[in-house]
Nanobody
Framework: QVRLVESGGGLVQAGGSLRLSCAAS????????MGWFRQAPGKEREFVAS????????SYTDSVKGRFTISRDNARNTVDLQMNSLKPEDTAVYYC??????????????????WGQGTQVTVSS
């Protein structure tokens, strides 16, 4: 099994930046795409970003394009999400997830088999 642990969340003012990190352990593999999702209180989980198995392609939800950057380091089994120009509407619990496929083309949580516990991101106005 694969275990994913997120870190780096916190409180930041609007316009600020945070960098989230996801560390994978257990039966890790570099053959699968990885993704970040988020969930605000009372709302459904939504896709944020994904990255292909080798980092060659990425995908972002429209609301974060140009502000967030997903990256991965397969040698360290980590996936990061650099978040710049943060807005209050970015406030949510952010989850790292491992996809069962290799490309960055999957935005549904149903395509992801392993999930981290989440890290809270709060953006104040």
């Amino acid at each position: 099994q694969v275990r994913l642990v997120e870190s780096g969340g916190g409180l930041v003012q609007a316009g600020g930046s945070l960098r989230l990190s996801c560390a994978a352990s257990g039966r890790t593999s570099s053959s699968y795409a990885m993704g970040w999702f988020r969930q605000a209180p009372g709302k459904e989980r939504e896709f944020v970003a994904s990255i292909s198995w080798n980092g060659g392609s990425t995908s972002y939800t429209d609301s974060v394009k140009g502000r967030f950057t997903i990256s991965r380091d397969n040698a360290r089994n980590t996936v990061d999400l650099q978040m710049n120009s943060l807005k209050p509407e970015d406030t949510a619990v952010y989850y790292c997830a491992s996809c069962r496929y290799s490309t960055a083309s999957y935005r549904s949580g149903n395509a992801y088999d392993y999930w981290g516990q989440g890290t809270q991101v709060t953006v104040s106005s």
